[in-house]
């Protein structure tokens, strides 16, 4: 029975989501972005978002795979004699 009940749920779920208009929603900011990189004073469009606009996810990006990167050494490493 539970089966069947999660089955339905996950059917209908999924109908739900593919019935969904997405062409009709503004996707991101990159109007803004395109009009507006060069005032950052940055001459690439990509560096221009990456350090200015997303520079606080960046920030949190690099230090995740820093201590990712730690994580998995010292896991890995152990110690040698």
Do not use: C, H, Q
């Amino acid at each position: 029975m539970k089966r069947l009940v999660g089955a339905l749920l996950g059917s209908a779920l999924l109908l739900e989501l593919l019935r969904l208009d997405y062409t009709k929603v503004p996707w991101g900011s990159y109007a803004y972005y395109l009009a507006n990189w060069r005032e950052v004073g940055i001459p690439n469009l990509v560096t221009a978002i990456l350090a200015d606009w997303r520079g606080y996810d960046s920030l949190g990006e690099a230090t995740l795979l820093f201590a990712a990167t730690t994580g998995f050494y010292l896991l890995l490493g152990g110690k040698r004699k």
